[in-house]
């Protein structure tokens, strides 16, 4: 956990300065270009592990990182990439996994849609992706990889015309293939996950509704 934690802090440390770089760089024009890092939880589906795996319905870290363009005011595209570790429950057989994936996702601003408050934006957002499953200690030749498809929605609000701080619910379709055989399953993963992340995006190119 401490390991995680200082993974994150030094990540951070890199977000912080990008920050510095898109307020000497930030436009009047449209928020077009972003670089986002969020971190978060995550709660793998029971169906993708073999009998006696059961995971954590809760788990730590979740950490995504992207960027993302807007061709227009309303559509744009995003490439992320994220990283998700999760473990067995207490009764269960012991386990942990990495779940690593990255998506090429469309992106929507349902702003005009969905709004609480001023100086609030909503995103949403869906596209395809590879997943990489990595089981770890005595499991990890059972490492498989397969496609998935997410899903998921961003509530941002603007601090500045740079920086916004943002909530992001996403579900990940894993299309992974049967297990052969139980033992090809231990420790491994082909199913779905949820994550629930909080995080920073920079724009580079201004920010249209912080006026509003």
Not at 2 to 21: D, G, M, N, Q
Not at 86 to 103: C, D, L, M, Q, V
Request: hydrophobic content about 40%; some cysteine; proline content about 3%.
């Amino acid at each position: 956990m401490i390991a995680y934690l200082k993974k994150i802090k030094s990540i951070w440390v890199v977000v912080i300065l990008l920050f510095w770089f898109g307020s000497s760089q930030a436009q009047d024009d449209s928020s077009t270009f972003k670089v986002q890092f969020a971190t978060g939880i995550n709660t793998p589906m029971s169906s993708g592990f073999v009998s006696g795996f059961e995971v954590k319905p809760i788990n730590f870290p979740t950490i995504n990182l992207g960027i993302q363009y807007l061709f227009s005011t309303k559509i744009g595209a995003k490439l992320d990439f994220g990283y998700n570790r999760f473990s067995n429950e207490t009764n269960a057989t012991a386990f942990k996994t990495n779940y690593t994936r990255i998506n090429l996702q469309a992106v929507y601003d349902a702003t005009h849609i969905i709004r609480f408050f001023p100086r609030m934006g909503t995103f949403l957002h869906a596209g395809p992706g590879f997943t990489m499953i990595t089981p770890l200690a005595n499991y990890g030749q059972n490492k498989t990889n397969f496609l998935n498809t997410m899903v998921g929605a961003e509530f941002h609000y603007a601090i500045n015309d740079v920086l916004s701080i943002y909530l992001d619910g996403s579900y990940i379709f894993g299309f992974g293939e049967a297990f052969n055989t139980p033992s090809e399953g231990f420790g491994a993963f082909n199913g779905d996950i949820l994550t629930v992340t909080i995080g920073a995006s920079i724009s580079l190119s201004g920010c249209y509704y912080c006026n509003d």
